[in-house]
């Protein structure tokens, strides 16, 4: 059993900044990239950022410069720091991981989510 939990969502004004946080747990062997994505009401879901195992992040165009994105392999942890916020940034915010088990099955796993409201 893999699990992905998430923290640091919240409610914060246009301007303000937000962390979030995900860490994996479980049977896990390697985990190759891992990331966010955001689903705002009425829209499909869509990736924001993510970062594979010692390489570069990768964003969106609608958060760079704004997000970054970091993850610590010795912690299977993933951070993303968000800036700068605005009330489209609004959503819930979902993270994703590419994790091989310890029977060494790669899947596709993601976290319960958590809201992020930014205020105008």
């Known amino acids: 059993q893999v699990q992905l939990v998430e923290s640091g969502g919240g409610l914060v004004q246009a301007g303000g900044s937000l962390r979030l946080s995900c860490a994996a747990s479980?049977?896990?062997?390697?985990?190759?990239?891992m990331g966010w994505y955001r689903q705002a009401p009425g829209k499909q879901r869509e990736l924001v950022a993510f970062?594979?195992?010692?390489?570069?992040?990768n964003y969106d165009d609608s958060v760079k410069g704004r997000f970054a994105i970091s993850r610590d392999n010795a912690k299977n942890t993933v951070l993303l720091q968000m800036n700068s916020l605005k009330p489209e940034d609004t959503a819930v915010y979902y993270c994703?991981?590419?994790?091989?088990?310890?029977?060494?099955?790669?899947?596709?796993?993601w976290g319960q989510g958590t809201q992020v409201t930014v205020s105008s």
């Open positions: 994703n991981a590419r994790i091989a088990s310890t029977s060494l099955v790669v899947y596709d796993y």
């Open positions: 479980g049977n896990i062997f390697s985990i190759s990239a």
């Open positions: 970062i594979r195992s010692g390489g570069n992040p």
